[in-house]
């Protein structure tokens, strides 16, 4: 991500689109974020929790819990804090620097844009769950992404 990030900025882009690379997100709804990015929208989220589908029920719950936890530190109510699926504007890259380098990277940069008053919307995008097979793992990223919340105290 800040490799994607970093190279947005450098091509002088006014926003970067990050997508999964593990087929959950349908390229087809990038218009449908495009859409979200009002002049008052910093960062809008491809959201798959309105309507997790075919989501396996320990996903689901995972990212309900999850979400939950991080709104209250982000400022803001995010009903999918892990979806990848993102369109994030310039100028909230500008000011963050991310210093996380794996799944807890996209919870990283939503806390620091909430604590920083950058506005976050949500688009509704299907769920897309077939044979591929997660990087996450589950031990090791579940240890990580608590260091990173117990970092985040120090945040602004």
Not at 23 to 39: K, N
Request: with cysteine; hydrophobic share 40%; glycine share 8%.
């Amino acid at each position: 991500r800040r490799t994607g990030y970093e190279a947005a900025l450098a091509g002088g882009y006014d926003a970067c689109l990050t997508l999964d690379s593990d087929g959950q997100h349908d390229p087809e709804w990038i218009e449908r974020l495009l859409d979200g990015l009002a002049p008052e929208v910093d960062l809008v989220i491809g959201s798959r929790m309105t309507d997790p589908g075919p989501m396996p029920i320990l996903r689901v719950l995972t990212n309900r819990f999850m979400s939950r936890v991080l709104s209250g530190l982000i400022g803001q109510r995010v009903l999918d804090t892990q979806s990848g699926f993102r369109l994030v504007r310039r100028r909230v890259i500008e000011s963050i620097t991310l210093v996380t380098d794996r799944f807890e990277t996209e919870s990283e940069l939503l806390i620091k844009a909430g604590r920083r008053g950058f506005r976050i919307a949500e688009v509704p995008i299907p769920a897309v769950y077939g044979a591929e097979k997660s990087r996450i793992r589950p031990v090791a990223d579940t240890i990580r992404w608590i260091r990173m919340l117990r970092a985040s105290r120090n945040w602004r």
